[in-house]
């Protein structure tokens, strides 16, 4: 479904499964793209396995390597699955260097949605409830919208990008389209309105016993009546009344997550933005495993050791991957 909504944006998979005893036993998508470096590929949540055996292991990694090297690719980027044994001796084994040509989500926030409501209420920051029953009192609602919306969600989240100096992705409205066509019921899209205008919403992705809160929108009105406190809880507690398990906030800072799973305290700094609003619903940092990337060619390889760790390198060659 992913690589069927990306289609629109360029990229074109590379799909590889490993079978025993005629059972698929595990594989990998390659989403590849033509930029100015010449092809490029991505695994997302990749290698997945059945069971990571040391031999199924070796065997995925290595594949991903012959894989890249087949279809001519100047570099691979690979970010295993959120909880894989694989371990960094054995990426760098094989060629694999630290990743710093893209930036890649390395933790996330997860909300326990298996519980009941009174249990994730129980878990919620007291200033965010507040801010809910003034919503509420104020005439924020919730609308689940279709298809028809996507243009209103889509003006919604380029606002956003403006605020943050960021550019909206997917690009296009057309690219949110072909996103809806691939995921069908698996996608669901809110709008929080006030007196019928849409204020803010969410795209949500749901698989598994998962809801990605995958994308966010806001005009930026409104902000004493608390439209996007709003639209998150809805999508919290429409996961838990439709039997899923986990809330994935789909990032947060890296920094952030460390300072809690370590239990620092956050700093002034860290109580600000995006991650912040996120915790007032409760749940549970997770460090996702960091990413790496495969170079074939010897000579840019060498040029990506020397200059691959430097300030401002991933944001150069993220412009310069630009198709």
């Known amino acids: 479904m992913w690589a069927e909504a990306k289609t629109i944006e360029g990229w074109e998979p590379i799909l590889v499964t490993f079978e025993r005893d005629g059972q698929i036993r595990g594989g ?39 894989t890249s090297r087949k279809h001519g690719l100047r570099a691979l980027i690979v970010q295993a699955p959120d909880h894989t044994r694989l371990t960094p001796g054995q990426f760098r084994e094989l060629g694999f260097l630290p990743n710093h040509l893209i930036n890649v989500i390395s933790a996330t926030l997860v909300i326990d949605v298996g519980r009941s409501r009174e249990e994730i209420l129980a878990q919620m920051r007291r200033t965010t409830m507040l801010e809910l029953k003034r919503a509420q009192k104020r ?52 709008l929080a309105e006030f007196e019928g205008q849409p204020v803010a919403g969410t795209v949500c992705l749901c698989f598994g016993d998962r809801v990605t809160f995958w994308k966010k929108g806001w005009s930026g009105a409104h902000r004493d009546k608390h439209p996007n406190q709003m639209v998150m809880f809805e999508a919290i507690e429409w996961s838990q009344q439709h039997g899923y398990k986990r809330f994935d906030c789909a990032g947060m800072s890296r920094d952030t997550a460390e300072s809690l799973v370590h239990g620092r305290r956050l700093s002034e700094l860290q109580k600000t933005g995006r991650d912040f609003f996120l915790l007032g619903y409760g749940g549970a940092p997770v460090l996702l495993p960091e990413s790496w990337v495969l170079i074939p060619n010897p000579l840019s390889r060498l040029v990506y050791r020397v200059a691959g760790g430097r300030p401002g390198f991933s944001q150069i060659t993220r412009r310069m991957a630009q198709a």
Request: glycine fraction near 8%.
């Open 28 to 66: 990998f998508q390659i989403l590849t793209k033509h930029t100015r470096f010449g092809r490029i590929g991505y695994v997302s949540k990749g290698p997945a396995l059945a069971d990571e055996h040391p031999d199924l292991q070796a065997q995925a990694l290595k594949s991903l390597a012959d």
């Open 139 to 190: 005439g924020i609602k919730i609308r689940e919208a279709g298809q028809n919306d996507l243009g209103t969600f889509f003006d919604l989240m380029v606002e956003t990008c403006k605020r943050q100096e960021t550019s909206p992705s997917p690009a296009s409205v057309p690219a949110f389209q072909k996103l809806w066509e691939a995921f069908g019921d698996r996608l669901r899209l809110t």
